[in-house]
């Protein structure tokens, strides 16, 4: 066909009529009407609210700013597009053949009508496929598949990484059995630390809304960004959330996976308990003893409960840029300890509460580091250390060599703790396997005594009442596990002769005596000759100087 007429508008109101040939049509300014008429024609109607018709042909439709009524007629029209995108409330009409309806106006109405129509709205609008094989793709608004297989193409979370709320599309009449399908392709990039794999319970899931499926999305598992929560995507109206199959996607994504991701509560007994969690944001909750807690994926809450309890994940800790381990106060006030693996195919962002050790690619580390050995310690009568203490004060070890003075511990009582002089303690003895900041950290009354101004320190604290309740000193002797897995020490302990602590500082771990499942003391003496040569409890060794040179340690049972 050939090309037809050139008609140009003025700035008023105009009405361009077309031939049989392919025209060009252009209203400029004021509330145009355009019509095409036979031929492939090409109709702009620039500002104002116009009305623009098609006629048979393959036409091209742009309204330009206003609100506007295009209508292609038969063939294969474009209203909208390519690149451009109707501004306004607008109605556009495909009518019959294989059309593409593009607007960026909210609120406009889309109408596909006969043929295999593509849908395209930028912010959101109401959009009809009619009879065909229809695609849509809108950030927002009620959709209408009509006859047909139909593709709902959703982009919601595209709007969201620009900086606009997430979009919530309504399918009206989502019917897989007819062919409809949802297409994640525009959502899937946009999904942060997205592996490839089946976002399906990671980020994406079903929630049965009355009669209605809300696909529900967390753009944002690892919650990087606190204003990011999860929400509605799209919602299938009269669709039963059971019913979906791997049928409902252009993807193919299997359906089933969503229930290994059902949130779990795993609650501990009295005991030594190994809990773990499953694919989702589970809590698990250890209870009395002395606990192995593996949460698995997703976000989980793990409560240790009593004991010295430990958290197992997969990765080592801040190992590049995979997990990383922060002492945090939660949202009520609650000391915790956050865990996030920023892994591709890490296990999510877990918050621990009263647990003390992490087990990281079984590596153990304790979550409350413990202090470097100092030579001022808490006084301790029975731990004095005078040799050091001389050393530490030539002008004490010339009096008491004088005889002025019996011992340097009568200075220190008579004069060195007024003067401010250190106390140094044994390193054989129970104290150095005292972890002062630990103890308070576990033990808020303990703290608030304290920090209310009484006269007593965290050492005298475990010294008078502690140990008696059964309070750990540190984060490695679980005092209830070692007379659990010892009974001739517990007995020693019930007849008033000896505590657990001093138990395993004197004669425990020259035994072989473990202080707790998460420290094989003979495997530390073996991995550490140097250790062994020096004849120092291997425990206070740890504490005091192996932690902080990167000393490994080993868990003293298999683990699953």
Known sequence: MANGLVLTGTSGNDTLVGGND?????GLDGQDSLVGGPGNDDLFSGFGNDTVLGGPGDD???GGFGNDLLE???????LGGPNYYEIGINTLRGGAGDDLLMVAGDGSELYGDDGNDTLIVTVGAVLYGGNGNDRFQAFAGDQTGGAGADIFALNGVIKWL??????????????PADGDRIDLSLVLGNLREFDGGNPLGRYLWFVQDGSDTLLMVNPDQLSINNDVAPTILARLKGVTAS???????????DTAI????QPQTVTGGSGHDNLSGARGNDSLLGGEGSDLLTGGTGNDMIHGGGGIDAARFAAPPQHGSSTFVSPIIDTNGNQAVLVTDYRIDGVGR???????????????VPLTAPGKWS????????????????????????????RQFASGQEHYLAYGRTEGRLSPAKLTGSLALFDSNFYLLSNPDVFNVIDRGAAINAWTHFVLYGQKEGRDPNSLFDTDWYLHSHPDVATAVATGGIDALTHYALYGWKEGRDPSRWFDTSRYLADNPDVAAAGINPLTHYLRYGYHEGRPLHYTEDLI
């Open 60 to 62: 091209t439709l742009r």
């Open 162 to 175: 620009r900086g606009y709320d997430l979009g919530l599309t309504t399918i009206m009449d989502f019917n």
């Open 72 to 78: 292609g007629g038969d063939g294969n029209d474009m």
């Open 258 to 261: 969503l229930a290994q991701f």
């Open 350 to 364: 877990d918050m621990l509460y009263g647990v003390e050790v992490g087990i990281f690619d079984n590596r153990i």
């Open 22 to 26: 392919n025209d060009t049509l252009d």
């Open 375 to 402: 030579l001022n310690q808490p006084y301790d009568p029975a731990q004095f250390d005078e040799g050091t203490y001389l050393s530490l004060y030539p002008d004490v070890a010339t009096a008491v060599a004088a």
């Open 243 to 253: 019913s979906l199959t791997a049928s409902a996607f252009v993807q193919g994504y």
